[in-house]
């Protein structure tokens, strides 16, 4: 199966202009971002997820789920590659949580995107399930400030890391006005392959934390809501931070199909 755009644009609610111009790149980020979940129910559940396009057509456009950022980052490649865009894959480093000095594997995917006639590449992510994860694409260029409805980015190098390729910082702000390190890539080009085998040791591995417990999330205009095992956390634009534990599996279930628009088959056992 070829991919179904007038679908894809039906579940993000899309309906700009169908070229590739820097208009078109910011509000598809946008609305996919705002209009399908990040989960990792499959890997919950004993299984890595499929990366076939017609099997994320099947689950993120016309099924009632989501899925982490193999899943979303190949959807959004394949829909910018079908309009014009120059796609290239990228791997990261994730930093968030990681220790100082600690050396984490390349796990997370994201997009090069170039754009015809140009000159300027962005940095694309629908698939960073995390409060400081991108609303917007941003230009591929160190030391400046991009604010995309209410979320501050920018990127940085880091001097200490060590390599033949530049490597690429991507930081949230704080409202404290301080920065969080989010991940760490150089420009290294990766293949589909490469996120198979990736997603495979990610998805089935008993050490991977998206094998352990329930984890979504939901970015909509102004709020981010979070789910972590039983804790359900609520952020602000502006850093208020409300949170509650929930109080059993039905729970849970519940909240995913209310507040994250996850529906999964009926009698599904989350562990």
Sequence with gaps: MALDLDDYFTRTAWTGERRPIVET???IHRVHLYGIPFENLDPLLGTAPSLDLDDLQAKLVRGT????CYEHNT????????LGFGVTLLCARVLVGAQPGADRPRTHMMLLVEIPGHEGRYLADVGFGSSGAL???????????????????????DAERRGPLPTWVLQHGRPDGSWADQYAFTLEPYEAPDFEVINWHIGTNPRSPFTKEVYACRTLPGRH???SGRKLVETRTGGE????????????????EAEFGI????GTKLP
């Design 225 to 227: 809501l979070q789910l």
């Design 65 to 68: 789920r989501g899925g982490y």
């Design 75 to 82: 959807l959004l490649a394949a829909v910018l590659e079908s």
């Design 25 to 27: 790149l910011r509000t």
């Design 241 to 256: 931070r409300e949170e509650r534990e929930l109080a059993d599996v039905d729970e849970v279930l519940r909240v995913l």
């Design 135 to 157: 609303t917007e694409p941003v230009p591929l260029v160190a030391d400046q400030e991009f604010d995309a409805d209410g979320r501050r980015h920018r990127l940085v190098f």
């Design 263 to 266: 529906v999964l088959p009926e």
